[in-house]
């Protein structure tokens, strides 16, 4: 599968990366999941990667995200294969049919805030770490977890490290867990922590 | 352009994913540069990402090297794009020809020994630093330098931290540098730096 090469140039971000790290492990007809819905974007770009033979799950504990990840999905009728559930992702593991469980080719996390909505309800370690737990039980042979972590928020900065931590500890036999950040002067924005298990 | 994936699951490490990102990048007929050829894996993934009407510089101090290349490409048919040089990459601007300055799409480098050769013979921090910056002058707008820098031989983590002092100090407005390492138990694994040109 291809990454969106639409644009000449894309512009490297934790978020372009994420897209092109997922699009060289997902294939047609796979599942995945959204856990972070917020405006669509991500759920959006699983759907058209897995196509009309796959499905995405998506995820979010606020009205007003799922709304907006419907409104965007209908636009470009990639509805069929989506199911939105407003929910919190540290429940998925029980949401997901448990045919599903270790098959699950790509988990994608994008942290902090919703964009546009309100700023003080954000993602929490608590519930973060217990959702990545849960993707773990999830998630396929060859498979991807990617989070996008957000340093410039109040709290953001402890997320970050809770989820470093979390990857770091992940034994190198079975998980290949990679950080990709930029290094040049721009200190607040987002980090990429990859989950490949093995 | 598509990563190769005839292998279902690829494991991600520092050279896979500088070929996912340079997959990213790279277009058909671009000109690019291998500025260490070695056993000629790189060149070959760049003489495939560019094709036919696309052109590759290859360099390389080792007369070993370079023969490895050659006949890496030769296996493949791939000669006929390549030309392979037996010089060091800080004199890479000086053997490019001036009508590729500042169109160069894609410069890649892979530090340390050459793999099954002698391993006393290793990249040195200050010809790669030069190298790196006649890359600069080399490099197309979009365009992508990648750098595998290994951590495990003698003078190994001196090189690589400064190539991360170079990244790290160029301004954001002209380029996104960005760092890519496994970050569970695994210290000596090789650190991918990349640097794309805004």
């Known amino acids: 599968m291809q990454l969106d090469t639409n644009q000449n140039n894309i512009s490297f971000s934790a978020v372009t990366l994420s897209h092109l790290y997922a699009s060289s492990v997902i294939r047609p007809n796979d599942v995945v999941i959204d856990a972070t819905c917020g405006n669509g974007n991500d759920t959006i770009f699983l759907t058209e990667a897995v196509g009309n033979g796959g499905k995405v799950y998506g995820f979010d504990i606020q009205d007003i995200a799922i709304e907006a990840t419907h409104k965007a999905l ?5 509805l069929q294969q989506t199911e939105l559930l407003l929910q ?8 997901i049919p448990s045919s599903y469980h270790g098959k699950i080719r790509c988990i994608m996390f994008n942290l902090g805030y ?7 309800q954000i993602t929490l370690p608590s519930s973060t770490l217990e959702a990545l737990q849960q993707s773990l039980q999830l998630l396929d042979v060859g498979g991807l977890i990617s989070i996008c972590a957000y340093r410039g928020h109040d709290g953001g900065e402890e997320e970050e490290k809770a989820v470093e931590t979390f990857c770091s500890q992940l034994p190198k036999q079975s998980y290949n867990c ?21």
């Open 114 to 120: 919703l964009p546009g909505g309100d700023k003080h």
């Open 178 to 198: 990679i950080k990709t950040e930029h290094i040049n002067e721009q200190p607040n924005r987002p980090v990429l922590y990859c989950i490949q298990k093995l």
């Open 88 to 95: 919190s992702h540290d429940e998925m593991l029980s949401s």
């Open 74 to 78: 209908s636009a470009k009728s990639l």
